[in-house]
């Protein structure tokens, strides 16, 4: 079983930068994908950046972040990073880290519904 807890959000003005943090306690996830899921206002949650298990370490990108965004880990650190530069506007809402114990996927994981939540982190892009 493993606990994550997505930190680093906050408030920054459109083209701004925030990185994420999600971190994992209990068993490692090295072996797993691990992804970024973001809730906007009004919106249903969705899959924007997710990258694979440190075997591969492959990414998967949502479209509208793509050039923007950057996911990584540190596994010494049992912890995966969000970079989000030029922020906009329509990237406000709450971030949520994820994982699917077995999936390997970066792919794959952005595009299910993984068994496995932190507690969101709430990032706000003013214009």
């Known amino acids: 079983e493993v606990q994550l807890q997505a930190s680093g959000g906050g408030s920054v003005q459109a083209g701004g930068s925030l990185r994420v943090s999600c971190t994992a306690s209990?068993?490692?996830?090295?072996?797993?994908?691990v992804g970024w899921f973001r809730q906007a206002p009004g919106k249903q949650r969705e899959g924007i950046s997710c990258i694979g298990a440190a075997s591969n370490g492959n990414t998967s990108y949502v479209d509208s972040v793509k050039g923007r965004f950057t996911a990584s880990r540190d596994d010494a650190e049992n912890t995966v990073y969000l970079e989000m530069n030029n922020l906009k506007p329509e990237d406000t809402g709450v971030y949520y880290c994820?994982?699917?114990?077995?999936?390997?996927?970066?792919?794959?994981?952005?595009?299910?519904?993984?068994?496995?939540w932190g507690v969101g982190t709430l990032v706000t892009v003013s214009s």
């Open positions: 209990g068993d490692r996830f090295d072996d797993y994908a």
């Open positions: 994820a994982t699917d114990l077995g999936q390997a996927s970066s792919y794959a994981l952005c595009h299910s519904r993984p068994t496995e």
